[in-house]
Nanobody, 114 residues
């Protein structure tokens, strides 16, 4: 079955960096666009970044543009989110997901605080 396992979250100070990883299995990963989403306490889940199935096209929420970078390796069934210059408002649970599939992983918590 479809599995998405996010990792790499943690506690980081403002201005710091984290690299989130998502290991995918149970579907033909190389055929699917992939997105990263986040959900902060008391807020709706929001789209953070997306990457096309070949990795040739990316898009970002305005709030993270220039700070976050999404990438993928279809040979490894992996997608990453490099997060730099982190701000307290980036605190959330981060999820990866193929937008055409209904499955979510468990997410990974990112906390930005001094």
């Amino acid at each position: 079955q479809v599995q998405l396992v996010e990792s790499g979250g943690g506690l980081v100070q403002p201005g710091g960096s984290l690299r989130l990883s998502c290991a995918a299995s149970g579907f033909t990963f190389s055929s699917y666009d992939m997105n990263w989403y986040r959900q902060a306490p008391g807020k709706e889940r929001e789209l953070v970044a997306g990457i096309s199935w070949k990795g040739l096209s990316t898009n970002y929420a305005d709030s993270v543009k220039g700070r976050f970078t999404i990438s993928r390796d279809n040979a490894k069934n992996m997608v990453w989110l490099q997060m730099n210059s982190l701000k307290p408002e980036d605190t959330a649970v981060y999820y990866c997901k193929a937008p055409r599939l209904a499955f979510w992983g468990q997410g990974t918590q990112v906390t930005v605080s001094s």
